[in-house]
């Protein structure tokens, strides 16, 4: 473990370019740590520290993220009415 910019870190820090495009390149390792391909829609957050990558939720994610707050009866009623609220 070790501190980067005032972070704590388990890994080496990589340094990689940002191209004109303001585009760079997640090295390999990390993408393959964090399961991030092609495709993947990632979030970018600005902090006091540092820019922030964290993969973005996906539809198939938050399948079942509702299960705590009614269930699915009651999930299934609301979506009727909702529907019937659009005719």
Do not use: W
């Amino acid at each position: 473990m070790f501190k980067y910019y005032g972070l704590a870190c388990s890994t080496m820090a990589h340094e990689v370019k940002v191209t004109r495009k303001g585009q760079t390149t997640i090295p390999a390792e990390i993408r393959k740590r964090r399961g991030i391909k092609e495709g993947t829609r990632l979030k970018v957050i600005d902090t006091k520290k540092g820019i922030i990558f964290k993969p973005a939720l996906s539809t198939a994610d938050l399948a079942g993220s509702g299960s705590k707050h009614m269930s699915v009866k009651e999930m299934k009623r609301r979506l009727d009415e909702l529907r019937n609220e659009d005719i």
